[in-house]
């Protein structure tokens, strides 16, 4: 039993498939369109590669070795948190 799906699909694939028979296979091409659709893909990969090496360069690797004392950053944000007069 065919569901309503596969049904509609083969009511669309009947006249596509007489019509095969007036083109030349040898002359059938993506055309502008196709070209079109390419430029475009190839475009946006070329967008996000350039976004994406701009963003790994913001990264830092270097890793702390394990037992060291914290980054001088965190232990300046640390001390000026707790201690200190507040100024309003």
């Known amino acids: 039993m065919m569901s309503a799906t596969a049904s509609l699909a083969v009511t ?19 055309g502008v369109l196709g070209f079109i ?28 070795p394990e037992g060291a004392a914290p980054a001088p950053a965190a232990a300046a944000a640390d001390s000026g948190a707790g201690g200190g007069k507040a100024t309003a």
């Open 37 to 64: 659709v390419f430029a475009v893909i190839g475009a946006a990969v070329w967008l996000l590669m350039k976004s994406m090496t701009k963003h790994m360069k913001r990264v830092d690797f270097e890793e702390a």
């Open 12 to 30: 669309h694939l009947v006249p596509l498939a007489a019509a095969g028979d007036d083109l030349d296979k040898n002359k059938v091409t993506p």
